[in-house]
């Protein structure tokens, strides 16, 4: 029940280090007091994030590689707020394998040890991404900043179906199936007012990795939030209960007429929905990668993001 060792050649060092290594993520998931009581979301959340600022035509091209958003100015981008949790959560683990697996590849990889341990399919994953500067090699006065990607790069949750394709067609997406597809991880999970002023669940489940936001988005009357007390929140959409919530661009799904057949699909059809996120996932993970000729992590020198910059 191992998500590397199907991917990895089996006998290899790799396989039974990244085993490892999944053992000890798998480890520190359920955490009583926590959100939900789970970890596993929010490291989800930091995957994508790491991920989802890649850029086609970009320079710096951003994208996982380089595990850039340790550096300013990705790391005090408004949308990362609240992954300094995340991030801090897989420090003990950088801690205990150091050299032998970089940042970048531990992000990457704890967001599909995550999407299955909570019970959703297995994704493709391969290692050999190199951090930017790893921890023994600081950066230079601030010589860093031209190699991380600036802010304003990921999707903003206020917009509309046109903001969502521009921003995945940026990133190398040009299908409406993997936009929908990878919206389906918010059945994982929770806002958090302190992080981005949004606030609730997507499903009753958000520990379990299942349809049930596609279930939900469709099945729920949705309503803008009546913000009353001392903090008025941006508008996001409660359902007739007040238990879940959707975002604005979780609602574009519904309002769009080509992503809300496909909503219709992954709802009733849940294993459909598994195989699309699955490779959509795996793709985000891969973008702009640049793999050492060995392809361990941190073996070769420090990577070129873009060497047009
Ligand atoms: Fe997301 N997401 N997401 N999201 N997201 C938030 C939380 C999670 C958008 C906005 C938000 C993806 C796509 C989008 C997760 C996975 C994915 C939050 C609340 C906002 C806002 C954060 C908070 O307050 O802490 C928007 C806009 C898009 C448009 O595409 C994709 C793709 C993925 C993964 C494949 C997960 C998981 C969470 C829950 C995090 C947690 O802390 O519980």
Known sequence: NNVISSFLPSASNDSVFFSAVEQDIRAILKRPGFDNGNIGPILVRLAWHCAGTFDVNGCPAGGSDGATM???????????????????????IKQKHGDKISYADLWTFSGVVVIHALGGPRVAWKPGRIDLFPPTSPPPNNSHCQKVPQNGRLPDASRDAAHLRGVFRRMGFSDDRAIVALAGAHCLGMCHMDHTGYDGVWTHTPNVFNNHFFVNLLDKTWHKRDWDGDWTGPV?????????????????????????SIVEEYKDDQDLFFRDFSDAFARLLELGVARSNDGGANGGQEVLICDQC
């Not at 340790?70 to 003990?92: C, H, I, K």
């Not at 879940?244 to 080509?258: N, S």
């Open 70 to 92: 340790r550096f300013f100015p990705e790391v005090v981008d408004p949308a990362n707020n609240g992954l300094e949790v995340a991030r801090n959560l897989l420090e003990p």
């Open 236 to 260: 996001q959409y409660d359902d007739e209960d007040e238990q879940i919530m959707m975002l604005p661009t979780d609602m574009a799904l519904l309002w769009d007429d080509a992503f809300r």
